[in-house]
């Protein structure tokens, strides 16, 4: 039975630890978090503790906190022996040099509270600083989904980087046209059916070949029409987003 | 049987051509376009020509014609009797107002060549000169929908902005996340998990509350991180999505 610690209590660890939970080679020992308050819901499934001090011996520590707080995280993990694994995208692989063993573990999903995702088909991107190390991350990987990926930090970080753009950025476009929806008394479901197969086409289809719209075309009468009824605070959002795919796909304006 | 004669040729005509044919109910007995080259694929199925002089009586007149081109058509539709409809997003119910019956039939959805989609699922907004010829319109949507919307020009015209921001930009922002894949060596493959997730997340939750990453948690350094790793062609999207997303939930920059 592998053993896990887990060290964190947000959106993250909280996935994490119910993904860990029902994996057959996995046990989870104990769940670290500086807030006492943030560890009730773990207290039941698992031993807790606040004091970083205090962590059992462990397979495997999963750190999935704040970016800014891993060094100091880190700093306390010194002694340990277990593979020390943080889950960040945008941190580098060295932040955990100072340790024996240690890795990388960043599952590539959004994850909000109170929505299950199936980890199954999430893509886990890993890296460790031996091969060694890297089989038996792999393994930890493999407990609970089938695609796992060996990343480096740089493409990590890449990754992070598209992830903001076709999760945060798109997430707030869905914002927007509720917005507009709203304004004009129309129930924003009935752009759900729209959203689905934007998301859905590039299954088949590169996004590049599943472009359409008036930006493409090219379509000034609409491109202006647009323009005028937008507020100005979203004028410019319509404008870089419009000739951005323009000089991507080589339309004049 | 409803008679149905189809002006066009394009990705919505296609598409409405092949829901159309299979509906219980209706019967396309003419596709019709200028361009006598496009009517290839409708002659192994239907009647088609392309001089507009020889359409034949018919109960619905379903224009799915560039909006251009909209004006010109409905000129030579004037002594018509059956209901004239056009599909277009943008364009004003008025446009047809030389006719005896006319009306919108707007599906809202986005169509690509050569990709099927599930017509049940997709919302039909509609639009009528009378309250009769209305209710004939929605007979016909019935035909090949559950989700039929009145929806007033103006409503219909903000649908077609808000479809722009969640389908065309959402889109383009899938294809700036493809480039950064490609310049890092890694396959576009491993963002579809987190597209799907993003895209299914607003069945149960509002896109406001579904927003994450740096942005929202007015993570600087993150931010600024992101920038330094961006073309400078695309930093400027960066930026003016993240300062819409701190604006529209009040952080601070």
């Given at each position: 039975?592998?053993?896990?610690?887990?060290?964190?209590?947000?959106?993250?660890?909280?996935?994490?630890?119910?993904?860990?939970?029902?994996?057959?080679?996995?046990?989870?020992?104990?769940?670290?978090?500086?807030?006492?308050?943030?560890?009730?819901?773990?207290?039941?499934?698992?031993?807790?503790?606040?004091?970083?001090?205090?962590?059992?011996?462990?397979?495997?520590?999963?750190?999935?906190?704040?970016?800014d707080?891993?060094?100091?995280v880190?700093?306390?993990?010194?002694?340990?022996?277990?593979?020390?694994?943080?889950?960040?995208?945008?941190?580098?692989?060295?932040?955990?040099?100072?340790?024996?063993?240690?890795?990388v573990?960043?599952?590539?999903?959004?994850?909000?509270?109170?929505?299950?995702?199936?980890?199954?088909?999430?893509?886990?991107?890993?890296?460790?600083?031996?091969a060694?190390?890297?089989?038996?991350?792999?393994?930890?990987?493999?407990?609970?989904?089938?695609?796992?990926?060996?990343?480096?930090s740089?493409?990590?970080?890449?990754?992070?980087?598209?992830?903001?753009?076709?999760?945060?950025?798109?997430?707030?476009?869905?914002?927007?046209?509720?917005?507009?929806?709203e304004?004009?008394?129309?129930?924003?479901?009935?752009?759900?059916?729209?959203?689905?197969?934007?998301?859905?086409?590039?299954?088949?289809l590169?996004?590049?070949?599943?472009?359409?719209?008036?930006?493409?075309?090219?379509?000034?009468?609409?491109?202006?029409?647009?323009?005028?009824?937008?507020?100005?605070?979203?004028k410019?959002?319509?404008?870089?987003?419009?000739?951005?795919?323009?000089?991507?796909?080589?339309?004049?304006?």
């Amino acid at each position: 039975m592998i053993k896990v610690v887990i060290l964190g209590a947000g959106n993250v660890a909280s996935h994490l630890f119910m993904v860990f939970s029902k994996a057959e080679n996995l046990r989870i020992i104990q769940v670290y978090n500086h807030r006492k308050e943030k560890l009730k819901y773990f207290e039941d499934h698992t031993n807790t503790t606040n004091n970083i001090s205090d962590l059992k011996p462990s397979d495997y520590y999963v750190i999935a906190l704040k970016d800014d707080v891993i060094p100091e995280v880190v700093e306390n993990l010194k002694d340990r022996s277990g593979i020390v694994l943080h889950t960040s995208g945008a941190v580098n692989l060295t932040v955990l040099e100072c340790l024996s063993n240690f890795g990388v573990f960043y599952p590539l999903q959004t994850f909000s509270k109170n929505r299950p995702v199936d980890f199954a088909e999430i893509p886990v991107c890993i890296e460790a600083n031996s091969a060694e190390n890297l089989e038996k991350i792999k393994k930890l990987a493999l407990e609970i989904t089938k695609d796992v990926r060996e990343v480096n930090s740089e493409q990590r970080k890449a990754l992070h980087l598209a992830a903001v753009f076709v999760n945060n950025f798109s997430n707030h476009l869905y914002t927007l046209g509720a917005e507009i929806c709203e304004k004009n008394q129309v129930d924003f479901s009935i752009l759900r059916p729209l959203i689905k197969e934007t998301a859905s086409k590039i299954e088949s289809l590169a996004p590049k070949d599943a472009q359409t719209g008036p930006a493409i075309r090219n379509d000034q009468k609409t491109i202006e029409a647009h323009l005028r009824l937008l507020p100005n605070k979203n004028k410019d959002i319509y404008s870089i987003l419009t000739q951005s795919i323009q000089d991507f796909h080589g339309k004049k304006l």
